[in-house]
């Protein structure tokens, strides 16, 4: 484990930062990106620094068994709770992307979830739940995410913004822009009278065929 080389993953953690700005998901230093080393570490943006000028050694390690020990140069995310609590309770997750995007914020400051109105939620679960309001960055908060995020790749939280997973970075980016296309796109069927929702059958059935959806080898 001493020999194994942070470097790259710490760069794809200031990449997708930087990136929340620039595809428009976050503004500022709102949220936060994080992504797991093995099975007690992983890495997070550090709390109040612009991203388009984050170095390596600006990324924060944090030891899920000790995650209350600063380690590294800068304090870690203020919802370092809520990513601890993920990667304890859910092994299968090895990467997590916060949001404040507009639509999917929107719907969250509702109350409502995303509901199957494209097939492609199908890549994160049949909707994407609400997790109940709790104060940023809290035990409390973090606790109500595990309530509601024991299955799933995707949640949106109330009066707040969106939690997306995945094995990577790169697809807990992409179920994060996913979840605001989709909050977007119910937005707008709404004003055509309301959308088509799928069925979970229909989900199922999608997800049998996402299986083969690759370039296989001749």
């Known amino acids: 484990m001493e020999n194994f080389d942070e470097d790259p993953l710490r760069r794809n953690v200031i990449e997708f930062a930087q990136r929340l700005s ?15 080393i093995d099975e007690s570490r992983f890495l997070i943006t550090p709390t109040a620094l612009p991203y388009d000028s984050l170095e390596l050694q600006d990324v924060c390690l944090v ?19 809520m990513h601890t609590a993920v990667y304890l309770a859910r092994p299968d997750i090895h990467a997590l992307v916060h949001t404040h995007s507009l639509y999917a914020t929107a719907f969250a400051c509702a109350g409502k979830p995303v509901s199957a109105v494209h097939y492609i939620v199908a890549t994160m679960g049949n909707e994407i739940p609400v997790v ?13 995410v595990m309530q509601t995020f024991r299955t799933g790749l995707g949640v949106l939280l109330q009066n707040h913004g969106v939690l997306a997973a995945g094995k990577t970075l790169q697809e807990a980016f992409y179920h994060a822009t996913t979840i605001e296309y989709l909050a977007h796109l119910s937005f707008v069927a709404q004003s055509l009278g309301g959308p088509i929702l799928l069925s979970a059958a229909e989900l199922d059935t999608v997800r049998e065929k996402f299986k083969g959806y690759n370039q296989n080898k001749l």
């Open 22 to 36: 620039s595809e428009g998901l976050s503004m500022g230093t709102s949220g936060n990106v994080s992504v797991r």
């Open 132 to 144: 109940p309001y709790r104060t940023y960055g809290s035990p409390e908060l973090a606790d109500a």
């Open 63 to 81: 030891d899920l068994n000790h995650p209350e020990v600063q380690q590294g140069l800068r304090k870690p995310s203020s919802e370092t709770p």
